[in-house]
């Protein structure tokens, strides 16, 4: 290893480093960007902290997809998608409490999610090949957490922050593609009963199906491809919503059904 290579290396662990002990302690971060500022530094950091969980035991059961919204590109001032890795201990189900405290600075978000039937190695992929790889899809609420304080986020700050992932929550009822205008479903998020967010199908990147495209594409020919059994979430379909202690979000999006998220 070279001197540059071996300070490069150095500077990516220091960033992990921070975030995984943010995350452990509860305390949020000043930004890693003093450290990485590319979307690639980013997903070399993020890769730290995914190996570290692997070796923990922790299990991969899937991925999310971040800013496919416009609006939420805005919203945290960035221009592109970005990928997070899903844990099995991140799911948790539909209605059953889910506790605030393992959150440093919870949003809540309403999406499309796929589960995959099939693997989705190599690539480029066709949109026809990854229909035929989804199994099944379901309304789900994604809650998204920072690491770093006051979500002062840019684009390498997120991406090394396993795209701000919290955990997820999945409906229970699957549903197929076959007839179901993904582009066009609507969706309607509550908190304790108010509407906060609405948004369809389209503000994902114009169809939810064109960000899986995106992601099998990006991740296809790497050490992570998406796997069958692999749950996709697709980006936020509507605002993002800041989330506190005993709210409860309920998402309902057209042709997929409802899902809630209890917070204890
Ligand atoms: C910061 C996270 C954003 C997303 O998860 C999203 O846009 O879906």
């Not at 570290?52 to 991925?63: K, M, S, W």
């Not at 796997?227 to 042709?255: K, M, Q, S, W, Y």
């Amino acid at each position: 290893m070279n001197d540059e290579w071996s300070e490069a290396v150095d500077v990516r662990s220091q960033a992990a480093d921070r975030l995984l002990e943010a995350q452990r302690s509860g305390k949020p971060c000043a930004p890693v960007r003093d450290l990485v500022s590319t979307a690639d530094e980013g997903y070399a950091v993020q890769e730290i902290n995914t190996r570290r969980a692997l070796d923990e035991g922790r299990r991969l059961v899937g991925r999310k997809i971040g800013l496919t919204n416009l609006a939420v590109q805005r919203q945290l001032g960035v221009d592109s998608p970005d990928f997070g890795m899903l844990f099995a201990d991140m799911a948790y189900l539909d209605g059953l409490p889910v506790p605030y405290g393992r959150f440093l600075q919870p949003k809540a978000e309403a999406e499309v999610a796929l589960v995959l039937g099939r693997d989705l190695v190599g690539g480029p992929f066709t949109v026809a090949e990854v229909i035929r790889a989804v199994d099944f899809v379901l309304p789900a609420i994604e809650i998204v957490d920072s690491r770093v304080a006051d979500w002062d986020i840019t684009l390498a700050d997120t991406i090394a922050d396993n795209a701000s992932s919290g955990a997820f929550v999945l409906g229970n009822t699957p549903i197929g593609l076959r007839g179901v205008d993904l582009r066009l479903a609507g969706m309607t998020m509550t908190r304790r009963g108010q509407e906060v967010s609405t948004g369809a199908g389209a503000a994902c990147m114009g169809h939810p199906l064109n960000a899986a495209v995106w992601l099998a594409d990006t991740l296809g020919a790497g050490e992570y491809p998406l796997r069958a059994g692999d749950v996709v979430l697709t980006g936020a379909l509507g605002p993002v919503v800041p989330v506190a202690a005993g709210d409860v979000f309920e998402a309902v999006i057209d042709g997929l059904g409802s899902v809630r998220a209890v917070f204890a």
